[in-house]
Structure formats: structure tokens, C-alpha cells
């Protein structure tokens, strides 16, 4: 297994650019979501998903769109970047049950809006 | 949002050293997590613990969620300096399906 992948690893972007962070999980995890990581501010959760056609906002969801039409992929879409949105991003997922919360995390999407 | 207040924001440490650092919040907590991220990665499961005065082990290290379910901690026993990293915890509230993260604790290990 792969496990969780995002990609791209790095992305530049200027102010106003759109773009989506892939993510894509390979062991049927029902849940998904994603994390953006600041300096000295630990992972807050922007988006998740229990499951495909299910979405919902987490603590920092302005800014962000989600959309989770396979049990695999759960892209994350930055609709007009702000320099505010440069930051590392996490995709993680979890099976379902009581393990739900015992997250699989991707290795990151480090991103810079200039 | 809820907060987790974990401490020490950094600590620096031996080689062969013993390492404690908690986690609290005012709010009552139904399950904790404690990860671990290295340099350049994702944070990576370490202990999960899900009942108030759960002791679990994994390894050198041991978890506990506290009895007032308002806490967690994790010890690091004879540390080695391949846990250099930041360490995390994490803990989900009834009724919710998010998990809240800490700020971190980052630990040097001096060789």
C-alpha cells in the first residue's frame, strides 16, 4: 500500500491563482480530511469527509472547497489564494469504527502565495 | 474552537534521558491521541487511548489519559536521538467527529 499521497509537494502561487491539492488514500479509509499546519500553531482542520458525497467544515474553512466523490480521493481546491493560505498541508484518513480517529497523515503539501 | 494546552513548548534533553509532557484542556475529552512528526513529514500515530485512566505503552513510550478526562500525558523513557521530532496531542470531544490538535511540544536529544 501507498498509503495516504498528496501531491504536488511544493507550489507556488501568486495572489488570485486557483488550485487543487490532490490527496488519495489506498486502504478504503471512509474518512478523510484536510489540515493546514502554521508555525507554532499545530494542525487545525480545514475540511472532512465520513465518507464519498459527505463533506463537511472544520475549524478554518474559509477560503477552502472540498468535494469527495470516490472512497480514494479527496482534492482540496484554493478558489483565490491569499498570501493568509500559505502554509503546509496535511490530508489524512482513518477507517471507520473506533479506530476513526487514528489518523494516517500524508508527507504534505508545502505552499507559497506571494 | 476548543484548545489543547500542551507543555513544554520545547525541551532539550540528554541522550538516555527520561522526557514528560502533558496536554490539558477545560473541556472534558473522549479520546486522546499522541503523534510524532519528524523534519519535513506528516505527523505519525504513536498511542491512542480511549477510557479516563488508560495506561498504554508502545515501546519506550507511555501514555496516559487522565482520570479527569480533562488531560493527557506521554513519558519517554531513555531517550535516543531518533526522537528528536515535534511531538503532538490530539483529542476529540462527545458527539464530535473532529479531532483538535496541541501546538506541540518540539524535543532535541543532545547525543
Known amino acids: 500500500n501507498a498509503g495516504v499521497t498528496q501531491t504536488p509537494k511544493f507550489q507556488v502561487l501568486k495572489t488570485g491563482q486557483s488550485m487543487t491539492l490532490q490527496c488519495a488514500q489506498d486502504?478504503?479509509?471512509?474518512?478523510m480530511s484536510w489540515y493546514r499546519q502554521d508555525p507554532g500553531m499545530g494542525l487545525r482542520l480545514i475540511h472532512y469527509s465520513v465518507g464519498a458525497g459527505i463533506t463537511d467544515q472544520g475549524e478554518v474553512p474559509n477560503g477552502y472547497n472540498v468535494s469527495r466523490s470516490t472512497t480514494e480521493d479527496f482534492p482540496l481546491r484554493l478558489l483565490s489564494a491569499a498570501p493568509s493560505q500559505t502554509s503546509v498541508y496535511f490530508c489524512a484518513s482513518s477507517t471507520s469504527g473506533t479506530s476513526v480517529y487514528e489518523q494516517y497523515f500524508g508527507p504534505g503539501t508545502r505552499l507559497t502565495v506571494t | 474552537g476548543q484548545q489543547l494546552n500542551q507543555s513544554p513548548q520545547s525541551m532539550f534533553i540528554q541522550e538516555g534521558e527520561d522526557v514528560s509532557m502533558n496536554c490539558t484542556s477545560s473541556?472534558?475529552?473522549?479520546?486522546w491521541l499522541w503523534y510524532k512528526q519528524d523534519p519535513g513529514e506528516g505527523p505519525v500515530l504513536l498511542i491512542a487511548?480511549?477510557?479516563?485512566?488508560e495506561l498504554t505503552s508502545n515501546g519506550r513510550l507511555t501514555a496516559q489519559f487522565g482520570i479527569t478526562r480533562k488531560d493527557s500525558f506521554l513519558n519517554i523513557s531513555a531517550s535516543i536521538p531518533s526522537d528528536v521530532g515535534i511531538y503532538f496531542c490530539?483529542?476529540?470531544?462527545?458527539?464530535?467527529?473532529?479531532?483538535?490538535f496541541g501546538k506541540g511540544t518540539k524535543l532535541t536529544v543532545n547525543p
Open positions: 487511548l480511549y477510557k479516563a485512566g
Open positions: 473541556s472534558i475529552f473522549n479520546t
Open positions: 490530539a483529542g476529540r470531544q462527545g458527539g464530535s467527529e473532529k479531532l483538535v
Open positions: 486502504m478504503n479509509h471512509e474518512y
